[in-house]
């Protein structure tokens, strides 16, 4: 097989150009942009559960130990679990910690569908750019005598045009938007095991006896 014979410019530019166009002019800039978002955030690895329960296990062993006032605040990686040590250390409450996490969760469920709805409609527009290359091949062709060259040109083009429709669709841009999903999926499962292990901890007994030291809040307490 002659690989240079599958590339053609013109016919790429027509259904990648067109595609684009027609993708951001129905989902809007803004979707566009969390579509590019969601896109960026798989070069980056995935979440990861065990990694952010041991940055925060201190904090969690101090406030069982000492009492939610005066444990000091974790430093994780995640942004989310940042926020969350830090709702436990200033706020005092798991309540709050919580409330951190569902707007974070709010704001990754938003980004991911619209960059899912943008893909989805790229998945559906790039076989009809396919097909609006291959009617525009055949329009170029002369009136009258037609030269076999011509027409062998012309058909080359239009059955490049559909095949690089169906193999953007197909093999890249439904692809990409399965992975998204996958990948969401997976880290709202990692971070609710995250919080259900975070809630456990704070409401075990402590050594004493004296119940969750998650209300065991240092010396006001005990005054």
């Given at each position: 097989?002659?690989?240079?014979?599958?590339?053609?410019?013109?016919?790429?530019?027509?259904?990648?150009?067109?595609?684009?166009?027609?993708?951001?002019?129905?989902?809007?800039?803004?979707?566009?942009?969390?579509?590019?978002a969601?896109?960026?955030?798989?070069?980056?690895?995935?979440?990861?559960?065990?990694?952010?329960?041991?940055?925060?296990?201190?904090?969690?062993?101090?406030?069982?130990?000492?009492?939610?006032?005066?444990?000091?605040?974790?430093?994780?990686?995640?942004?989310?679990?940042?926020?969350?040590?830090?709702?436990?250390?200033?706020?005092?409450?798991?309540?709050?910690?919580?409330?951190?996490?569902?707007?974070?969760?709010?704001?990754?469920?938003?980004?991911?569908?619209?960059?899912?709805?943008?893909?989805?409609?790229?998945?559906?527009?790039?076989?009809?750019?396919?097909?609006?290359?291959?009617l525009?091949?055949?329009?170029?062709?002369?009136?009258?005598?037609?030269?076999?060259?011509?027409?062998?040109?012309?058909?080359?083009?239009?059955?490049?045009?559909?095949?690089?429709g169906?193999?953007?669709?197909?093999?890249?841009?439904?692809?990409?938007?399965?992975?998204?999903?996958?990948?969401?999926?997976?880290?709202?499962?990692?971070?609710?095991?995250?919080?259900?292990?975070?809630?456990?901890?704070?409401?075990?007994?402590?050594?004493?006896?004296?119940?969750?030291?998650?209300h065991?809040?240092?010396?006001?307490?005990a005054?």
């Open positions: 097989m002659e690989w240079t014979y599958l590339w053609d410019t013109t016919s790429a530019c027509v259904v990648l150009g067109g595609t684009l166009l027609a993708t951001v002019l129905r989902s809007g800039v803004s979707d566009l942009g969390q579509t590019l969601a896109l960026a955030s798989l070069a980056h690895p995935p979440f990861d559960m065990l990694k952010a329960r041991s940055e925060i296990a201190g904090q969690v062993r101090a406030i069982r130990r000492d009492g939610i006032r005066l444990a000091e605040p974790a430093h994780p990686s995640d942004a989310e679990m940042a926020e969350t040590a830090d709702a436990l250390a200033y706020r005092g409450s798991l309540a709050a910690a919580m409330e951190a996490h569902d707007r974070h969760a709010s704001k990754r469920d938003r980004r991911r569908v619209a960059a899912l709805a943008t893909l989805m409609q790229m998945g559906e527009l790039a076989p009809v750019f396919g097909l609006a290359g291959t525009l091949a055949l329009a170029q062709l002369p009136g009258g005598e037609v030269m076999a060259r011509d027409l062998l040109g012309a058909v080359s083009i239009a059955v490049l045009s559909t095949l690089y169906l193999l953007l669709a197909h093999l890249v841009i439904m692809p990409l938007a399965r992975k998204i999903e996958r990948r969401g999926e997976a880290e709202e499962r990692a971070r609710e095991e995250l919080l259900q292990w975070l809630h456990d901890q704070l409401h075990r007994d402590g050594p004493r006896g004296k119940g969750s030291k998650l065991s809040v240092g010396p006001e307490a005054a």
